[in-house]
C-alpha cells in the first residue's frame, strides 16, 4: 500500500495522502504514519482495537483520527499495520485498527512522529478522490 508521499517541511514532516473516497484517504493517511515510523514487514496484525472519533469538519476528524492512531503507539506502545475505516460521515468515525506491541527485539523506529498539527492540513476533492495534506512534528 503506498497511497502518499512525504514532503519537507521546515523542521517537521509533511505528507500528501490520496484515496478514492474517505475510508481508503483515513486508510492510507494511518499507514503513513506507521510507514513512516517502521518498518511495517516486521509488524504482525495480531492484536484488533475499535473505537470512535470526532470532528467538526473532515479536517479536524482526520486530524483526531491520525492523533488517536499515534497515541496507540506514543502511549501505549502499539505498532499499528491494518486500518479500516467502518463508519465515517464527515465529522464521526468508526474505525478498527490491528497491530502488535512494540518489541525492541523486532521492531525499530524509523522516524518518530511526535503530534499531528493542525498546521496547512487541507483535504480536497481531485478528479481520481480525495487529497490530504498534513504536518507533522518529528
Known amino acids: 500500500m503506498t497511497g502518499y508521499k512525504t514532503f519537507n517541511h521546515t523542521a517537521d514532516l509533511g505528507i500528501e495522502v490520496s484515496g478514492k473516497d474517505e475510508r481508503e484517504l483515513f486508510s492510507n493517511a494511518a499507514f503513513a504514519v506507521f510507514d513512516i515510523t517502521t518498518d511495517l514487514h516486521d509488524v504482525n496484525a495480531r492484536e484488533v482495537r475499535r473505537f470512535a472519533v470526532e470532528g467538526s469538519d473532515l479536517e479536524d476528524l482526520l486530524v483526531n483520527y491520525l492523533r488517536e492512531v ?5 502511549g501505549q506502545g502499539l505498532l499499528l499495520k491494518d486500518f479500516s475505516i467502518l463508519e465515517i460521515n464527515g465529522r464521526h468515525l468508526v474505525a478498527e485498527v490491528r497491530g502488535e506491541p512494540f518489541d ?9 512522529i511526535k503530534a499531528v498539527t493542525y498546521h496547512e492540513v487541507e483535504v480536497r476533492e481531485t478528479e481520481k478522490g480525495l487529497k490530504a495534506r498534513l504536518i507533522f512534528d518529528v
Open 104 to 112: 525492541s527485539a523486532r521492531h525499530s523506529v524509523k522516524t518518530e
Open 70 to 74: 499515534l497515541y496507540m503507539f506514543s
